[in-house]
């Protein structure tokens, strides 16, 4: 295997790119250049920045190549991993995903530019803090600016590039859009955002009615027996043992399911008050970011509404009030 200058071959035709990711606590986002006589392809792009467009440019010179020259395809389509198309993107460009990538973010910018503001209101009273969530989620939901033509993808396709034949793996629940990608002949799979080795995808809803945490934990041992020698992951370093990652992460997710009754067993019923008494990597919930407070307040309704889902905590809802209580 070579290594350029600005990527390394981490499969035989596979190219890693670290595509910086400013001022965002992910720090880089692997792209992947699967090369191809015909179409090379980027899987993931990094965000609308002029510094990720550089970060694969230059990648792309030590090939010889040029936007113009390549494919793109999309794990799923958060910012950080599509917003980059706005730059990027050529007329002779082919661009696959989802079926539902390009047209999801916007049905939820929707739904939630009203599904946000009691919380907004709950979390801080500052004039100047309720404004940032609108920008900070409309920047996150609105991956990209522009209307590109999409080659969709859907579970059971077969994605063709150098010596690879991918299957196309849906996998709802990080992103309702993510897919994986699965070489059987070389045992690779570009897991996106879905398993990731050493953090915890996460999984945030401010939707009460459907079950984000259900569908990741489906979608994890969708995949999790698949013979896979190396896992390709949106960020972080490629590993092995995918199905002990996998194991990992449900056992993760059910101990925070425990942890959610438990609180609501000692008395605390609504989501701010369980999210503030939850445990956490950081003390001190009251002090956190408004943005740091937005993430924890939807992973915690993320699993609060999985417990409703599986029977073990009722939900009412009175107004813009939301109180969980244990099922009787």
Same mark, same amino acid.
């Given at each position: 295997?070579?290594?350029?200058? &600005? ?29 191809? *006589? ?36 999309? #794990? ?50 500052? $004039? ?42 849906? #996998? ?11 070489? *059987? ?51 972080? *370093? ?36 369980? #999210? ?12 956190? $970011? ?12 993320? &699993?609060?509404? &999985? ?22």
């Amino acid at each position: 295997m070579a290594d350029n200058q &600005h990527s390394c071959e981490i499969a035989p035709g596979i190219f890693l790119i670290k595509v910086p990711l400013p001022e965002n606590p992910l720090k880089q986002l692997n792209s992947y250049l699967i090369l191809d *006589e015909d179409r090379p392809t980027l899987v993931d792009v990094g965000f609308n920045r002029i510094e990720c467009e550089q970060a694969l440019r230059r990648a792309l010179d030590d090939f010889g190549l040029d936007f113009q020259d390549i494919d793109v395809l999309a #794990t799923h389509s958060h910012p950080d991993h599509v917003g980059n198309l706005d730059r990027i993107w050529r007329p002779s460009m082919r661009v696959y995903a989802h079926m539902h990538s390009f047209e999801e973010p916007r049905i939820m910018n929707k739904l939630q530019s009203s599904t946000f503001l009691p919380i907004v209101d709950a979390v801080t009273l500052c $004039a100047e803090s309720q404004r940032q969530p609108s920008r900070v989620f409309s920047t996150d939901l609105s991956a990209v600016k522009g209307d590109y033509p999409v080659t969709y993808l859907k579970d059971g396709d077969i994605f063709r590039r150098g010596n690879y034949r991918f299957q196309v793996i849906e #996998t709802p629940g990080h992103h309702m859009t993510h897919i994986c990608l699965y070489d *059987e002949a070389s045992k690779i799979m570009l897991t996106g955002d879905h398993v990731l080795e050493r953090i915890t995808p996460n999984i945030s809803s401010f939707m009460l009615e459907t079950d984000e945490l259900g569908d990741f934990l489906a979608s994890l041992r969708k995949v999790r027996d698949y013979d896979v020698k190396l896992a390709l992951p949106g960020h972080g *370093e490629p590993f092995s043992g995918l199905a002990r990652r996998v194991d990992e992460l449900i056992a993760h997710h059910e101990a925070r399911l425990t942890e959610m009754e438990d609180l609501v067993r000692a008395g605390h019923h609504d989501i701010i008050d369980i #999210t503030s008494n939850a445990s956490w990597k950081y003390p001190n919930w009251e002090s956190w $970011a408004m943005e740091q407070k937005f993430f924890s307040l939807g992973e915690t309704l993320a &699993h609060l509404v &999985h417990d409703v889902h599986c029977g073990t905590i009722r939900m009412i809802i009175e107004g813009e009030v939301v109180e969980f209580y244990l099922a009787e």
